[in-house]
């Protein structure tokens, strides 16, 4: 689940990227240098067309909630790897120790 997790939220940065650096802003923007930068034509005809304006609301959100979804797996998921090792390492020594020997103090 984490791991399918992760893999939509870069899917969603890409496509957030691409999405924003294709819309032309005040300076113009990457459909303007791919369109030969003339004038306030864009690849996409003069104004941003509907999907880009949707295609960057979608890819927000889906970023935000995989931002969101991974922050509350992360905070369940347990501690840190360091911690996780010395639990283990305590583990294996008591494990070493058989209940009839004494334990060294």
């Not at 797996?73 to 583990?91: A, F, N, P, V, Y």
């Amino acid at each position: 689940m984490y791991t399918f997790i992760i893999a939509i939220h870069a899917i969603a940065c890409f496509i957030l990227i691409a999405v924003i650096l294709l819309q032309a802003g005040r300076g113009g923007g990457l459909s303007e240098m791919l369109s030969g930068g003339g004038g306030s034509q864009t690849i996409f005809g003069v104004r941003t067309p509907k999907f880009l304006t949707r295609a960057t609301t979608a890819a927000a959100i889906v970023f935000l909630l995989t931002c969101i979804s991974l922050t509350l797996i992360s905070s369940r998921r347990g501690k840190s790897l360091l911690d996780q090792k010395k639990l283990t390492t305590e583990q294996q020594q008591e494990e070493k120790t058989s209940p009839g020997e004494p334990q060294p103090e």
